[in-house]
């Protein structure tokens, strides 16, 4: 069980008067003397504070993780009404402060953790007689009979641990014809030295589960290990695109406290975190880049730039699918960034969209239709028609996801499909005005994925007034990642005081 940092402020000391969950790490300051530079995992307030400790639980404090008593209801005005709003904080009974110290303080562990079980980790049952075909990392597809009853068609090796008294999710992308019926067998599974598995709990979810995630947990105080089977009946096409397991949360958020996740008719998945910061512009939205561990990326650095952020993450194909897809979920990706522009008041001219390698093509593809006032990129991807026809040749040791992005996208490895997937990236680039919006890059001389990438933007932005800059380090794509983070940090930081800081003290031209 993961440890939870909990700090307390108030007149008496909670743990000392109720059950606190033996994975709290507490700290109780009654004068706000003591406290250690470092982040709490949960802040529970039982007054209200004043203008120090609001300066420092803004910095050490996480949004959706700070939790008012009726003895901390802010007045009006008041620093602690301030931290409650941009914090995203939570009023709580004392009925309901109990629950938490003593069932849901696991749920606000540190960190965050998900992988996708690939296709290449799928068994195929010994008794189907049925066609398999695999695509790539992308899926495969079984068609034939399954039987009049509910039977084990596929399984996916390595078990996963779980750990004590610890809830894994699940979720599972999948398609089928209507003559096909499915059911998710989970089993939980104890080894000891030298002998067999003792199975202690099957869970088995139906159609109607898997629409939405389904968890189970580990209720012993001992490690464990989960063994995954689909079950098929009847016969028809079945295609199984991937599993995915998660630490689970409980309903407290997708992957941080707070997250949120969007799923479209497909059932492919959008995650996205907001955090309100000090609630002035600019909003800095940050696509995550490509990860087999899945998750948000950039959480700290974009915190500690002040102002309000949005992350979005995909974890679609083997590391993400570069955020093209249907035009459902191109369409919620853009109701999301809209959404929180909205939230915040906010227009074009104060959203900067950002990110690296994978999610540069996120920030530019996004940014044809949101126009903000900068486009930052750090190892840019654009061609990514060319980036698969390089694979063979230029990085034949490297990932196998730009093909399966091209195949995904196109339905087709074939040349003119390439050049199709760059057409759709540069059609929709070149209709859009950029007069307003400012483009700055760090990319890599030698890049061998996208080697022209940062040419190619000087070369359709050559027409009109649009500003781009860059700065070339020499490598290849992976070869200088802290020097292009190094630069890209720098630059949000300089963006954000010269366009927005400086403005708002009346310091800026």
């Not at 938490?100 to 696991?106: A, G, M, T, V």
């Not at 994978?358 to 486009?375: Q, V």
């Amino acid at each position: 069980m993961d440890t939870v940092k909990v700090l307390q402020l108030g007149n008496r000391d909670f743990s000392t008067i109720m059950h606190v969950s033996a994975c709290a790490k507490w700290c109780y300051e009654p004068d706000f003397s003591k406290l250690p530079k470092k982040d709490f995992d949960v802040v529970i307030l039982d007054r209200e504070i004043v203008k120090e400790e609001f300066d420092y639980l803004m910095r050490f404090s996480k949004a959706y993780c700070v939790f008012l008593t009726e003895n901390a209801v802010p007045r009006k005005g008041s620093v602690t009404g301030q931290l409650f709003k941009r914090k995203m904080g939570k009023k709580i009974s004392f009925e309901e402060l109990r629950n938490l110290l003593e069932n849901d303080l696991p749920d606000y562990f540190p960190g965050s953790y998900g992988e996708k079980y690939a296709p290449q980790f799928l068994s195929v049952a010994q008794g189907f007689k049925g066609s398999v075909s695999w695509r790539g990392y992308e899926n495969v597809d079984l068609t034939g009979d399954y039987g009049d009853e509910l039977a084990q068609i596929v399984f996916w090796r390595n078990n996963i641990p779980i750990h004590e008294n610890q809830a894994i999710e699940f979720w599972l992308e999948y398609a089928k014809e209507d003559t096909v019926a499915i059911s998710l067998e989970i089993s939980l599974l104890y080894f000891t030295y030298n002998t067999k598995p003792d199975s202690q709990k099957v869970w088995s979810f139906s159609e109607d589960d898997l629409k939405d995630i389904v968890y189970v947990e580990n209720h012993l105080d001992k490690r464990g290990f989960l063994f995954v089977s689909l079950k098929a009946k009847g016969h028809g096409r079945l295609t199984i695109t991937g599993l995915h397991d998660r630490y689970s949360r409980r309903g407290k958020g997708a992957f941080l406290p707070g997250g949120k996740r969007a799923v479209t008719a497909e059932r492919e998945e959008i995650f996205y975190y907001f955090d309100p910061g000090n609630l002035k512009p600019p909003l800095n939205v940050y696509f995550s880049g490509y990860k087999t561990k899945e998750g948000f990326e950039g959480y700290y650095m974009m915190r500690n730039l002040g102002h309000p952020f949005l992350l979005i993450a995909e974890c679609r194909l083997e590391g993400g699918a570069f955020y093209l897809g249907s035009k459902a979920f191109e369409n919620t990706i853009e109701r999301i960034i809209r959404k929180y522009m909205e939230a915040l008041s906010f227009k074009h001219s104060q959203v900067i969209l950002s990110g690296l390698s994978m999610g540069t093509f996120g920030a530019l593809y996004y940014g044809c239709r949101i126009r903000p006032n900068t486009i930052l990129l750090g190892k840019p991807l654009i061609n990514m028609g060319i980036v698969a026809e390089n694979e063979r040749l230029k990085c034949p040791e490297g990932s196998h996801s730009w093909l399966d992005v091209l195949r995904k996208a196109c339905g087709s490895l074939k040349p003119e499909a390439a050049r199709r997937l760059d057409d759709r990236f540069w059609e929709r680039f070149d209709r859009t005005d950029w007069s307003k919006t400012r483009f700055a890059a760090a990319y890599m001389i030698e890049d061998d994925l996208d080697g022209n990438a940062y040419e190619n933007l000087k070369d359709h932005l050559s027409v009109g007034n649009t500003w781009i800059y860059g700065k070339g380090l020499h490598g290849r794509h992976n070869d200088d990642t802290y020097g292009i983070v190094s630069w890209f940090q720098n630059q949000y930081r300089e963006i954000i005081r010269k366009d927005f800081d400086e403005k708002e003290t009346g310091r800026g031209g």
